[in-house]
């Protein structure tokens, strides 16, 4: 079975990383040119020459063409030779593959599976990374772990209560249950809705949550999350006066969008919009905050994991299940299904 | 057939290194968490989270338990789980598997086989690590290669001539035969005894060997070696003034204790008691000098030939078989008769 | 089928590295101890003591033999063990492999195939290096890419407008074709003929090519390339006033002979003859020129299509072929039908 599910849209780059230089990155285990057309279109093209394979992201622009540093071919946006170095009519096979790229919500998404299924529709919805006015911050980290592992990571949120203690998790007077704590996973549709609320917790975060902690000591807070397949997660961190409606917004929306490197390294891009200390100095201190909880407890915990599991499939470990797995679970069942219908029309079309 | 045997004692910690921080430490290829309960008793478990495999050296300590660091699993030293995040009832399968780990003359011994036949009268006899008047150190070193390396190392004393040169070994006035030299090699049950005597050699050693070198300018030398299978063995380093009768106590006692840590890695674990320079500044230089040349002179032989061996079983390289390998040879032979019934006991069991 | 071609002579060291010390080297994916008897004659011998594996040149020169640092086996030059550290009969066993060297023209040439094919004939005539009036240099680089990269690199010069273009290879006025450029590739005998001329281009280089800037602004330039099997060339640097007579020496006489070291790293060997600055200073100028060159052009890119190729096998990658690259195509084949040669004659020996 294949590891990655190949017709779907992934976060490819941060849309401020696309300039005038390259920008080489590994997805789906594909080494991936990224670049702009003079008009600022972007593309996605296979880092790689069809002549003698050296990786295109070491040779140059010249106008909209990407030229070989070894022998010189250029290939434009489309992937076509438009120059052999003796002038020579380039021969049929003389072609870079290109991936279909749309650049949306501060996010360029590529596809990798079959261009004529490449839908922009089914790029997921994250409108605060366009907030302006929420200044929104965006992150890029790597880890060394299978993607799936970071979707256990967000899905499973019991971990802000022992790996976050000191960062962003530790806001439960103890880590064990608390009264009326509530926890709902539903399907809707393919996605997978998560809810998780605490009511009644001291007020008191290393960020400002937007209630007043003098006036109101105790808050309810909730987390809810939406999956999308494969690996984009919306995520709403919300907090209101204890006991208070919760029509309220969010404090701070972030989008979570994982995509695979290799089968066992992934990249992470991290999405913030807040509706506090909206100043350049509050993004770059944002930026280092959640950038930093990822590079130093969520990381190494994936990445220790990944090697205690090596190549082995989760199940096949037969893991302890906890109640409160329900989210993973079920995203770890919606995948393993989708990659198993996958890998069936890859044998129906080999056929 | 497997790389190691598994119904025996290990050398796994110096007692010394186990108190109040965990003590994580590959063992036969697995992960294993040393610690000590608050009475003392020395705990080993497999370093895994059986929740999300999480390793579990990497938590905190409870009291007389160990709390995952990724959702708070706790497990007690006999690896039930006695707490789950939200309270609820741990499921059956929340265990983490534990080990016989006998405490013992200085050493903490583990058995990672079946635990029924965990006899602590199996563990090796090294006595002289508890005689507090002959000031025992106790070593750690690691190499990068296969365990019974160590075991062909030990039991192939000529070594002493051409490795050891600057050391310890240069006793010969010529590293060739000397008159009346001995060598003897026998089997005693299960272990392998082997006695190396070199008489009329120059009285000339780095270390005090108890003979005054103005009275007796030429010694006789012997050198007795007790193996245990697997990888015990305990060395006995003797002087005489050359004739005298041979019934003195050793100026010194070793053990040489190897654990497989993966197929081609290995802990060496070496004690040493000696008779002279009996202060703290003669623990720390013999802890030095013992340490360095093992670093310095043995480590980097046996690595050059794991790298030249690389995973071929030595046997079916053809090596040439010298009279001074007979000791090596023997306990080879009997490793491999032991692994072979090993084998044989597994596919039975297998049937 | 095999990797490397065993029938055939290769650069193992210059011949200025061989002296008193032992150089070990691995080729061909052997380990291989080169050394000097006293009377100077240059040794080869699998760098293996066949006793415990331990690799020879850890340890001594005694006389002309060669003494294992393990447990003082010596070899002499032949490879027959002439002392075991008992002074027992060696048994039938102790012999170190050895191979045909020969050294000719300030390089040592090896064979590592059947011995009694080792006719020195057969070494590729290269006697630029021998002429003392023109300083000769001795390079060495290793990269990490097979073999056949690297006369891929020599054969396909197009390169040199390229990659080359801010040291050595920047002089076409634009990396195009130029109006009367020559290109013509033969076979003759088991060689490979390769030259390329390029008339006409401004007479400006990193290096004096013996023609008068001044009284001649534009020049006629060509390179001869001269192959042997398997990765052997000689290759010759021509400059003439443009439209001038061509029967003028080159300025430059290079040597580039690539030895495989493993599968997909090589050792590259290049000497280089020359016509100006022939000082000390000189020598160490273009030691310095051409080693950088290599190291930072040729090596990073023949290492970046390694890396992009994995162990697939050029065909089977499908690559664009263009007209300029008959040289290194022709060589490709004729490597091609040696190694299933080879193959062929190594399955009816096994029958």
Chains 1, 2, 3 share one sequence.
Not at 77 to 103: D, K, L, Q
Not at 219 to 240: E, G, L, Q, Y
């Amino acid at each position: 079975m294949a590891d990655f599910l190949l017709n779907a849209w992934y976060a490819g780059a941060r849309a401020n990383e696309l300039g005038e230089q390259f920008l080489a990155r590994r997805l789906l285990d594909q080494p991936i040119l990224f670049w702009r057309t003079a008009n600022g279109d972007p593309v996605a093209m296979l880092d790689r020459c069809p002549h003698r394979f050296a990786s295109l992201h070491t040779g140059r622009r010249v106008g909209d063409a990407v030229e070989c540093l070894y022998h010189g071919l250029r290939f434009d946006a489309a992937g076509r030779c438009t120059r052999s170095p003796y002038s020579e009519t380039p021969p049929a096979n003389a072609v870079v593959p290109t991936f279909p790229v749309v650049e949306h919500q501060g996010m360029v998404w590529i596809w990798m599976g079959d261009a004529a299924r490449a839908d922009p529709a089914l790029i997921p919805d994250h409108p605060h990374n366009v907030r302006a006015d929420l200044r929104p911050i965006f992150g890029h980290e790597t880890f060394s772990g299978n993607w799936q592992l970071g979707n256990d990571n967000l899905m499973e949120l019991t971990h802000l209560f022992f790996l976050h203690t000191s960062t962003i998790g530790g806001y439960k007077p103890d880590a064990g249950p608390v009264e009326g704590e509530e926890y709902v996973v539903r399907q809707v549709g393919t996605q997978v809705h998560s809810h998780t609320g605490t009511p009644r917790v001291p007020n008191k975060a290393p960020i400002d949550m937007g209630v007043d902690p003098v006036a109101h000591p105790l808050i309810d807070r909730w987390n809810d999350i939406v999956w999308d397949m494969p690996s984009a997660m919306k995520f709403a961190m919300c907090a209101t006066p204890a006991g208070g409606p919760r029509d309220v917004a969010p404090y701070m929306y972030q989008s979570h969008l994982i995509t695979p490197e290799t089968k066992c390294t992934s990249h992470y891009f991290w999405n913030v919009a807040r509706t506090f200390e909206l100043t350049p100095e509050g993004d770059a201190k944002y930026l280092h905050f959640f950038g930093n909880i990822f590079r130093t407890e969520d990381a190494p915990m994936i990445e220790d994991i990944q090697h205690n599991m090596g190549e082995a499939d989760l199940w096949d470990l037969k893991p302890v299940v906890l109640p409160r797995d329900r989210g993973a679970v079920l995203v770890r069942r919606l995948v393993a299904r989708a990659l198993a219908a996958q890998a069936g029309a890859e044998a129906i079309a080999a056929e």
